[in-house]
């Protein structure tokens, strides 16, 4: 099985406004974005589990032109709230990059 960090040239997180959190994984081509596109690990249920959100509201958004898939989830609680950890949400990807993908 690929590792996400093997398949895409780039994976970033970044805020979407105070309340979200977006994903956007760069694969290196269309061939890799078209076989993993809707790859189930992937899932609603991992960014629950890593990030402790609600699958239900977990959103992907595939963009075919750019060979990209974005994935957002409402942040656990606003941005510059006294129990921020990671504010610009810059760092929350890297728990992403070993995920094997089916």
């Given amino acids: 099985m690929a590792k996400v960090r093997e ?7 970044k805020n979407a406004g105070p309340f979200w959190v977006t994903f956007d994984f760069f694969f290196d081509g269309p061939e890799n974005y078209r076989k993993y596109r809707d ?15 609600d699958p239900a509201l977990v959103k992907r958004i595939p963009v075919d032109d750019l060979s990209i898939v ?3 989830y409402p942040r656990a ?26």
């Fill in 39 to 53: 790859s189930p690990s992937l899932s609603p249920a991992l960014f629950a589990r890593l990030y402790g959100t």
């Fill in 7 to 13: 398949v895409c040239r780039h994976v970033r997180s």
């Fill in 77 to 102: 609680t606003p941005q510059g709230g006294m129990e921020e950890r990671d504010m610009h949400s810059g760092q929350q990807y890297v728990r992403i990059l070993d995920v094997e993908l089916d």
């Fill in 70 to 72: 974005k994935i957002s």
